[in-house]
């Protein structure tokens, strides 16, 4: 009955007490998820999401476990709360997503681990856009990721800028004007914008790119 007084409330609109009649059919089938996922659905809905943990615990309780972590992992991230959706993430094996979870937080706040990297399980794209962040602090990974992309795209400008920019911080300054040759080479129209971003002159750069 309880669960056809919901259904029958559906219908009649939204000054009824949803919740309430919601809360009556969980308490009459002490069992069934479905009472407890629906007052979920209503709760983020309605109301701030750390206001409903307690019934995605319920949720589990009931035998949902694997719907209400995933519940936990999207309002976590909701909330940035980093740690806690990491955890999440974990928990349903998705530790690649937890540790890229978890890289976001260490971008955010300027103190990112190389491990955390590895773990991320990047594609080496998605790297070399890291490592341009951290190619000052990080000057070895930054040139790690680089050539990584450079073995399958032997031209990419991303990449070649970035290896030039940290070889540069490396002090290795003969390969970083070896690699600017090949950045001018690949897109010359490319070729200011990174290098003025690695802290040289335009006129500089250019004096050690040979003309295609």
């Given at each position: ?60 309780a009931r035998g949902d ?121 690949a897109d010359p129209a490319?070729f200011m914008a990174p ?18």
């Amino acid at each position: 009955m309880a669960s056809l007084r919901v259904g029958a409330a559906a219908q009649l609109g939204s000054d009824l007490d949803h919740d309430g009649l919601l809360a009556a059919w969980q308490e009459a089938a002490p069992n069934d998820p479905e009472p407890v996922r629906r007052r979920v659905a209503w709760h983020l809905r309605e109301r701030p999401h750390n206001e409903v943990r307690d019934l995605i615990e319920e949720l589990a309780a009931r035998g949902d476990v694997i719907e209400a972590q995933q519940l936990l992992l999207s309002i976590d991230l909701n909330l940035g709360r980093a740690g806690a959706a990491a955890q999440a993430a974990n928990d349903l094996g998705m530790d690649a997503w937890a540790a890229r979870i978890r890289l976001r937080a260490e971008l955010e706040s300027g103190d990112v681990d190389e491990d955390t990297i590895e773990a991320a399980q990047l594609e080496p794209a998605a790297a070399l856009a890291v490592y341009a962040i951290l190619a000052s602090e990080d000057p070895d990974g930054a040139v790690k990721a680089a050539r990584e992309v450079l073995t399958r795209e032997a031209w990419n400008p991303e990449a070649l800028a970035l290896e030039a920019h940290a070889l540069s911080n490396l002090g290795r300054e003969s390969e970083a004007a070896r690699t600017l040759e090949r950045l001018y080479l690949a897109d010359p129209a490319f070729f200011m914008a990174p290098i003025t971003a690695a802290g040289n002159t335009g006129a500089g750069s250019q004096s050690q790119a040979s003309s295609p």
